[in-house]
């Protein structure tokens, strides 16, 4: 295909990534992943289960403008998918870049099966015998080792530690030993796992230190990579009463001296509880989690946009939102489960007019990539696919959508997605996928295939399933899903070179 001239400028801009990393000007990066946020309408979700039309409007009309923006403009991808649609499986799948299946903690649990079991108990950023995810096979050990600042805040969720263990200096020190130079105002996991009531969400701690780390970096003058992992909207805490009846001064770290003053959200008003009042002002009548807590997750988003702004670091800085998973089948291998929101906005490459992507990706190709734009050759092997070129070229773009086989996988059930077509095994009466299919209208079965593009099928084409009558497309998918489970079985040693596709 004949490049364009401005395809041309933009292929050598990246080719220099690497060189510009030695004069210190790499790109900075952050990861937004909020906990269990929904998917809005303007975003193109998947369509509804079979049974339910309804719709997921933005809060009262507020169009959440700071994650508007990103969108806007930046890079759109049109069909993102979580590899496992749970949100600490979600989360190891993205700072690793590999299926989780592959964690070090689960095959040593699942050793001498066929199949892994995923779950968000068995997959775990922990090094055990023979495997190091914490210490060695994760991005932010590649970028703190490549001259980066390394820092999370918000939730984890991928480590293992007894309840009587736990204190918080305790879980920050386990968390740094995961490649992370600075790590606070963090929650362990969901609300109700460790609080002992004296704290809840607070999406200005987190976003405070979120600041301070960006700052130190600037300051440091080193590039930096930051995983922001907002707990909210996530139900384990309810977020009007995390709004009304706790402070900003209420930390899983005990109390803070003094109350957050974060421009773009408390500084304006005086006081974390008039900003808060903000919020319910924003919102309306509609007061539930999802509408409250997105609003309080874009206020975070655009303080951190503004920090960035006033240190002239925006246009540098590579700022990656994402949804952890679906949220009607979360726990499930259907599109409502699996198909999340992904936007990429990086000036300094795709200026801000704005593009989409077509093409299937997955959060485990976030890795590949990123550490591809900051010219790092990997220590580690991966099971994503860098996407920095595919952006570029509509050729690409089309073998992406068209061609690339994905795979899905949670508990015992896995899931594959070449194409249009897509084929998913179910286990017996524990599997989560059944159930929720059961409960939501969707046609269960040991073996279901459906076609995604299909218009005939209906609104939803995974309300019907094409099995019966599609043997051979079945068979052929069977054949890509059985190359993937090869691949990832915690009874052979690691696979990453093979390709499964049709």
């Given amino acids: 295909m004949k490049k364009s001239i401005a395809h041309i400028c933009l292929e050598m801009y990246l080719g220099l990534v690497s060189f510009a990393g030695v004069q210190g000007m790499s790109p900075n990066i952050i990861i937004v992943q909020p906990d269990d946020l929904p998917f809005f309408d303007a975003w193109t979700p998947p369509p509804n289960n079979p049974v339910d039309d309804a719709t997921n409007s933005f809060p009262n009309g507020y169009a959440l403008k700071n994650i508007e923006r990103l969108r806007k403009q930046g890079l759109e991808m049109k069909q993102a998918y979580t590899v496992s649609p749970a949100c600490g499986t979600s989360r ?13 903690y689960s095959r040593d649990i699942n050793t001498g099966l066929d199949i892994s079991k995923v779950t968000i108990p068995t997959t775990k950023l922990e090094d055990v015998v023979g495997h190091s995810d914490c210490t060695k096979d994760n991005m932010a050990v590649e970028f703190r080792s490549n001259g980066y600042r390394t820092g999370v805040v918000g939730k984890w969720h991928l480590s293992n530690i007894r309840n009587e263990a736990y204190s918080y ?10 490649g992370f130079d600075f790590a606070d105002a963090l929650y362990m996991e969901n609300l109700g796992s460790y ?3 004296s704290f809840s969400h607070n999406m200005e701690w987190v976003t405070y230190k979120g600041i301070e780390f960006i700052e130190e970096s600037i300051a440091e003058e080193k590039p930096f990579f930051l995983y922001f992992n907002p707990t909210v909207p996530h139900s384990s805490g309810n977020v009007k009463e995390a709004l009304l009846d706790f402070k900003c001064t209420d930390t899983a770290n005990g109390q803070l001296d003094t109350e957050p003053d974060i421009v773009g959200m408390t500084t ?11 919020i319910f002002d924003r919102a309306g009548e509609l007061e539930s989690n999802a509408e409250l807590g997105a609003i309080w997750v874009d206020d975070g988003i655009g303080a951190l946009i503004r920090t960035l702004e006033d240190y002239d670091e925006l246009n540098n800085t590579i700022f990656v939102f994402q949804m952890d998973h679906g949220i009607e089948t979360k726990m499930a291998l259907f599109e409502n489960g699996n198909r999340i929101a992904q936007f990429v906005h990086y ?22 990539t990123l550490l591809d734009y900051a010219g790092i050759a990997a220590e580690y092997e991966t099971d994503g696919e860098s996407w920095i070129d595919a952006v570029l070229d509509e050729t690409a773009e089309s073998t992406w959508r068209d061609e690339r086989c994905l795979l899905f996988e949670f508990q015992y059930d896995r899931s594959v997605r070449c194409g249009c077509e897509k084929l998913t095994t179910m286990d017996g009466a524990g599997s989560t996928t059944r159930r929720t299919g059961n409960r939501l209208g969707y046609p269960v079965a040991d073996d279901t295939y459906y076609n995604l593009c299909d218009s005939v099928t209906g609104a939803n084409p995974e309300g019907t399933d094409l099995s019966t009558s599609e043997p051979e497309q079945v068979a052929r998918l069977a054949d890509v899903l059985d190359c993937f489970l090869k691949k990832t079985s915690p009874s052979s040693e690691a696979d990453y070179s093979t390709a499964c596709t049709l």
């Fill in 195 to 197: 609080s002992d009531g």
């Fill in 92 to 104: 190891f799948s993205t700072i690793t870049g590999r299926y989780p299946s592959r964690s070090g």
């Fill in 169 to 178: 200096p305790k879980f920050q020190t386990l968390v740094r030993e995961c």
């Fill in 347 to 368: 000036p300094d490459a795709f200026g801000t007019e704005g593009k989409t992507f077509e093409g299937l990706v997955q959060t485990i190709d976030l890795a590949p």
């Fill in 268 to 278: 304006a008003y005086g006081s974390c509880e008039a900003y808060r009042r903000t």
